[in-house]
């Protein structure tokens, strides 16, 4: 009993010696799998990136943007530092170094085509750099490269699996003789053997309980459950599965996943699962439409699991779930941003969202750009109160305040207007009109943020300054026209009646003015006119009014200043206008003279009155020889 326990103890050792370097072999051949592996998917990937870069040098020559060139050069730069990789991981093998080489010579002469092209920005060279490498039937040469690397590594790890398969076999042999010699133990110990067995089916009865189990909540889930092998076809699906794809069992089975996708997204989900395959990810989620058995298009949302057994991949396992009506709410969320896109893009004028408690714009069209040379983006970093007196005219500040608060306490649909001005990229200023009614409230019920289309009304204000300015001077002189003068003299006179202050007029004409005319002719009139308009002008101050009544004569008002005061610039003006020389272009030189009529209002004074007391003065000054200042007292 103790020698045949002892031969079969000197037996197992063997047996267990030569399994360790069975182990280590397999191990070993693991590797070189793993690293074939390995090689097949550098080489997808370098396929993928030209084909990448291929594809956005394509889609840039149908519509040019510089977001597919920047991708056409990464996948470019990508392929080539993937090539470069690949050739120095298959250093130690001559053939498929030599393959590799092949490859990385077609990487670098396609991405020295189309980065020559690519960087000088032009649709012609980069279409003329694709015809080329067309030509040169590059998509077929790297093709076929790519394929030598595949077979060769394929055939590299069939040789290892089939070696593996004779190790195997070895190592059954020898199980084989390890067990006859447990059975030779096992009839010496046939007790402990019974114990075990009647443990094994204990354990054997429970897992088939749980395979049970298991095969029942599967069948009844409420989401797809489908298992596949390693090629992708289908080995089990749930009741719910069939269901959903409206196909029999019969008819799925054996059949692979990917004639279910939707045939322009089929290159997309093979490259997908073939990645996690290649990188052993254990789970990942994908969404995809399929076509069911009825010929409708769903939208399925899948985790898929890598099935493993003894450390091999054998399959996938997924669940999924329709996820059809999500997908067709994001559709049409797209299009209708994409609705409002357009309404912005195409509305006249500056489309806007402000926010009232921030202080800035949260949205602006790019019309923007043609009213006031900002990009919306500048538009947006402006942010208060006091960044605005960056774009707003300072005049405008407090009008414009006062209108945004009461847009706080406005009603749904109620627009208001305004007017105001905004500084130009370039400096000069815009005038707009805007048209704002809210668009979003606060938890205070207040209105938070308006939505308002302002336009540029600049060319219309200009036109309605140069009829203003036509209607109320005279083009001559530059100063007020009768009407004009008097609207503002009386405005004036009452504001003086209330504020209690002095205010002076003067009544001035050209002495003789109509002798001019007949003697040198009405040019010579107007340029005397014109010069006195000139002379007026820059002697009086901002608040003071001037103006023409007409012909020679003229007049202009002082506020808050006396008489005496009023008649010391009427004779600068005399003065003034007594030394000048007219005529000059006619070669008859001529000085003329202007005889002036001050007076000072009295209280609650009436314009009319006001005047005749200026005219008394004026008229006692000519009376008492013309070219002075009379003051009436």
Not at 316 to 339: G, M, N, P, V, Y
Not at 357 to 370: D, G, K, L, M, Y
Not at 516 to 522: A, E, L
Not at 582 to 611: L, N, Q
Request: proline content about 1%; some cysteine; glycine content about 8%.
């Amino acid at each position: 009993m103790k020698a045949g326990f002892s031969a079969g103890f000197a037996l197992f050792t063997v047996i267990t010696i030569a399994t360790i370097l069975r182990n280590l072999t397999l191990e070993n051949n693991a590797r070189k799998i793993a690293y074939a592996h390995e090689v097949i998917e550098r080489v997808d990937e370098i396929s993928f990136h030209s084909m990448d870069a291929e594809n956005a040098a394509r889609i840039f020559i149908s519509s040019p943007d510089r977001h597919d060139i920047a991708r056409c050069l990464n996948d470019l730069a990508r392929a080539r530092t993937l090539a470069s990789e690949m050739e120095g991981m298959v250093a130690g093998n001559a053939e498929q170094q030599r393959d590799a080489l092949a490859v990385r010579r077609l990487i670098d002469r396609q991405a020295a085509a189309l980065e020559n092209a690519a960087r000088s920005g032009s649709p012609d060279h980069v279409g003329q750099a694709i015809m080329t490498l067309d030509g040169e039937g590059f998509d077929s040469t790297l093709h076929g490269a790519v394929l030598a690397m595949q077979a060769e590594e394929r055939r590299a790890i069939g040789d290892r699996i089939a070696f593996d398969g004779r190790m195997n076999g070895s190592s059954r042999s020898a199980l084989m003789t390890l067990v006859l010699t447990g059975i030779f133990l096992g009839i010496v110990g046939s007790r402990r053997v019974l114990i075990d067995l009647d443990k094994r089916a204990a354990v054997e009865r429970a897992l088939s309980l749980k395979e049970e189990q298991y095969r029942q909540v599967v069948e009844t889930a409420g989401d797809m459950i489908c298992r596949t092998d390693e090629q992708g076809r289908f080995t089990f699906c749930n009741q719910t599965a069939l269901a959903m794809l409206h196909l029999a069992e019969a008819e799925l089975m054996g059949r692979s996943w990917l004639r279910l996708v939707r045939q322009d997204r089929r290159r997309h989900a093979e490259r997908f699962y073939l990645r996690q395959f290649g990188r052993r990810q254990k789970s990942t989620y994908y969404e995809f439409p399929i076509v069911d058995g009825h010929g409708i298009e769903r939208w399925l949302g899948q985790n898929v699991q890598l099935v493993f057994e003894a450390d091999r991949i054998v399959g996938f396992q997924a669940i999924a779930r329709d996820i059809t009506e999500r997908k067709k709410t994001e559709l049409e969320l797209q299009k209708s941003q994409r609705f409002v896109e357009r309404i912005a893009a195409t509305t006249p004028g500056i489309l806007y969202v402000y926010d009232l408690v921030a202080c800035q714009n949260v949205f602006s069209n790019r019309e923007t750009i043609a009213v006031l040379g900002y990009n919306p983006d500048e538009i947006h970093e402006v942010k208060g109160k006091g960044s605005a007196q960056q774009l707003l005219h300072p005049d405008d500040l407090v009008m414009i305040r006062a209108h945004h608060e009461s847009l706080r306490h406005a009603q749904d649909g109620e627009v208001r207007r305004l007017e105001y001005r905004a500084r130009h990229v370039d400096g000069h200023w815009v005038w707009l009109s805007c048209r704002d009614t809210p668009f979003e409230r606060g938890s205070d019920g207040l209105v938070k943020q308006i939505v308002g289309i302002a336009q540029d009304i600049t060319a219309r204000k200009a036109a309605q300054e140069r009829l203003a300015y036509q209607a109320n001077f005279d083009a001559l002189t530059g100063l007020a026209n009768r009407h004009h003068f008097w609207t503002r003299l009386q405005g004036l006179l009452r504001r003086a009646s209330i504020e209690r202050s002095e205010t002076s007029l003067c009544l001035f004409d050209i002495d003789h003015f109509k002798a001019i005319n007949d003697r040198f002719g009405h040019a010579a009139g107007d340029e005397v006119l014109e010069a006195v308009g000139n002379i007026v002008r820059a002697e009086l101050r901002t608040a003071d009014i001037a103006g023409r009544l007409g012909g020679d004569e003229f007049c202009f008002v002082l506020p808050g200043t006396d008489e005496n005061e009023a008649a010391r610039v009427a004779e600068r003006i005399r003065e003034r206008l007594c030394t000048m020389a007219f005529g000059m272009a006619t070669g008859s030189t001529f000085s003329v003279t202007a005889t002036f009529g001050v007076a000072k209002s009295e209280p609650d004074v009436d314009a009319r009155e006001f005047m005749e007391v200026a005219d008394r003065a004026l008229y006692r000054a000519k009376s008492a020889g013309r070219n002075r200042v009379m003051v009436e007292a």
